[in-house]
Every structure is written in structure tokens, then in C-alpha cells.
């Protein structure tokens, strides 16, 4: 018969092995003490870097003025403050009428291209761009009087670009301008301000003869931006216009002096001229992290110079932000997880922009009572 007899020396190796179990919970109690010490003073720091210094500050308000650019607006006030909230969204309004006062003296001299010399280059063509925190399209457009605003084929809803295109026989579109967007989730159907197309007033918002800023061409395909009156726009001979702001390039001059001044980080449509005529269309894809954050209008400003833009003015972004082909075929990546938005505007390109099947939509029916909220 055996016994199980426990010496001196498995006591002490019991022991020395509940001691060695005991230092190693406490030497991970004690790590874990140290991270989460130092995760707390990494915080602490973090916030008085953040909240008290000038960098932290320059970091707070580029964030707060890209969720300004967004349906998230209200987000802004627990970076800056109700108070700061308020008042930089009145600052940006400010900047931008004065920018889009500012007036332009350069001229621009439309060079018709001689039929050799067009059947070697291209009406359109398009480059593909990146930048620190964005990747998209910069579109030339080489005659500007081929250029169209479009709007939607039926009522009471908005169409998409790739449709407006493919409907149309266009070459290539981009989106145009604002419109009524009650919680980020209006039909597209009702503009903001003014629309034009073909020398034609088709949209009014501002009842009567009152100044609105757009963003257009005249009939000799001059690039117009600025805030104009209805009657000023026909006596100036404006063909395409739809309302949006602000004017950030005069007379090959950028008024946007910084980064801290480019209105946030976000998707952007922008619109610009050479002194050749050709209109540049910058469509650049954002709010997609790992392939494009976005851009702030410093960004685009930059970027028209070094392609030769005298002129250039911000188009409707964000979500709405698209670039068309031909046949209707998405060439860029819209921000918005739902898919390209339906829209009451566009910039096409046609090879005959005079026959283009482009009606008032919006004739006959009194928009003061239309709801932009219902589908």
C-alpha cells in the first residue's frame, strides 16, 4: 500500500509557485494601473494641446468647418461652442460676399477652334487628380458655348445626373447648383435661387427683381459669377446659370488666403475658366476614408492656378457631387452610402447643346406650395 507523503521540498515548491502566480496578477494589475495612467494623462494632455493652444485651435475649427458642410452642422457647437458656431457660420457669409463682390477685369478670349485643328483634339477631356487628403477628376472643356444646364425630364422629383446624361444624349455632366433639402432627404426637385438654360429664365426663386449669387456663362461661353439680378443677367447676355457661391478666383488671383479659410474638408464640385475659354470642372470625392477625405476650397483654388484658371466659383458638393460619361456611366465615387442623389440641375456637355431636349420643368406649377420633403 502506497502513501502520498509530502516532503519539505514540494511544500516549498507549492509555495515558491503560489508566490510566482501572485507576482505575476500583480505585475499585470500594475501594467494595467500604467496604461490606464497614462492613457489619462495622454487625454490630459491631448485636451490642453486641443482646447488652449494656437495648433489645437487651427485643428478644432477645420474640423468644425467640415461638419458645418454637412448635415451634421450642429455637431460644430461641442468643438467651438454654440456661440462659435453662430458666429463662424456669419463669418463664412461674409467672406463669401465679399468675395463674389469682387469683380473681375480680365478678359477672356473664346478661341473657336478651326475644324482641323477640332478634329485633333477632343471637345472634353479628363485628368485625374489627388492631393494630401483627396483624389478626383479635373474635366476641360474646350468650347464653353457647348456646355448646358439641365434639369429634370418629369416633375415633382429631382433626376440623377447619369440619367439627365443618358436621357439627353449629353458627353458628360456634372451637378449644378443648390436646392431645397429639408433633413438631407428632399426629392431634388426645387432649386435654390435662379436657373437658366439657353438664354432662358426657368427658375425664380427670390420673387421678383432680386439679386442672387450664381454661377453661369453667357452666349459667347464667357465664365459669370457673382451676384446679379435677373434683369442684369439677360441685359449681360447670360445663357446657363444656376445659384450657388462663393467666387474664389479673379482675374487669375485666389481670394481663399488659407487652409484655416478653405470652409472644411469635404466632396466638392467647383467650376473655373482659362483665359483661353476652356471651363474646368473639379470633381473630387471625399468623406471615404483609406480613398478620399475631400478637399477645402484652398485645395481646388490651388489647383485651378496651376492649370491657368483666371476665374472659378463653388458649385453644389458634398453628397451631390458627380461626374458623368457618356451613356449615363458614374466616373467618379459619390460620397453618399445611398447612391448619386437626385438633383434639379447639371452642367452637361452636348456635341449640339442647341437641339438638346432640355424644357422648363417647373412651368406652370407654383413651386410656393410644392413640399421638397415628400417622394
Known sequence: MRTNVTTPTTKRGQTVAAVNRWGRRQRRKQMWMNLFLLFILAGLLFTLWFFYTPWGKNLRYMMADTLISTQHRHWAKFLIGEQGLEERVAQYMQKFDDWTATESTMEI??????????????????????????????????????????????????????????????????????????EWKGNGFQPTGIV?????????????????????????????????????????????????????????????????????????????????????????????????????????????????AVIAANLDGGSSTVLVGKGGEILNKPASPYGERYLPTAFLVFEEPAKAPIRNIWQGIDMSKFDASKW
Not at 426657368?202 to 435677373?230: F, L, R, W
Open 109 to 182: 478670349n473664346i478661341r473657336k477652334p478651326e475644324p482641323a485643328v477640332a478634329k485633333k483634339k477632343e471637345l472634353i477631356e479628363i485628368k485625374e487628380v489627388e492631393g494630401t487628403n483627396y483624389k478626383g477628376q479635373l474635366v476641360f472643356v474646350h468650347d464653353p458655348t457647348k456646355i448646358r444646364v439641365a434639369v429634370p425630364g418629369a416633375a415633382n422629383k429631382g433626376e440623377k445626373v447619369s440619367s439627365m446624361v443618358k436621357r439627353t444624349g449629353a458627353i458628360a455632366g456634372v451637378n449644378g447648383g443648390g436646392f431645397v433639402d429639408p
Open 196 to 308: 437658366m438654360s439657353g438664354g432662358e429664365m426657368y427658375y425664380n426663386d427670390g420673387k421678383g427683381d432680386v439679386a442672387q449669387s450664381i454661377v453661369g456663362i453667357d452666349k459667347t461661353g464667357k465664365m459669370i459669377a457673382g451676384k446679379y439680378k435677373p434683369s442684369e443677367l439677360k441685359q449681360m447676355g447670360v445663357s446657363e446659370a444656376v445659384t450657388f457661391s462663393p467666387k474664389f478666383i479673379v482675374d487669375g488671383k485666389g481670394l481663399v488666403k488659407s487652409q484655416a479659410d478653405g470652409w472644411g474638408i469635404a466632396p466638392r464640385t467647383c467650376m473655373a475658366q482659362k483665359a483661353d475659354g476652356t471651363i474646368m470642372f473639379a470633381v473630387i470625392d471625399g468623406r471615404q476614408p483609406g480613398y478620399s477625405i475631400g478637399a477645402t476650397l484652398y485645395d481646388i483654388q490651388q489647383l485651378f492656378l496651376e492649370n491657368g
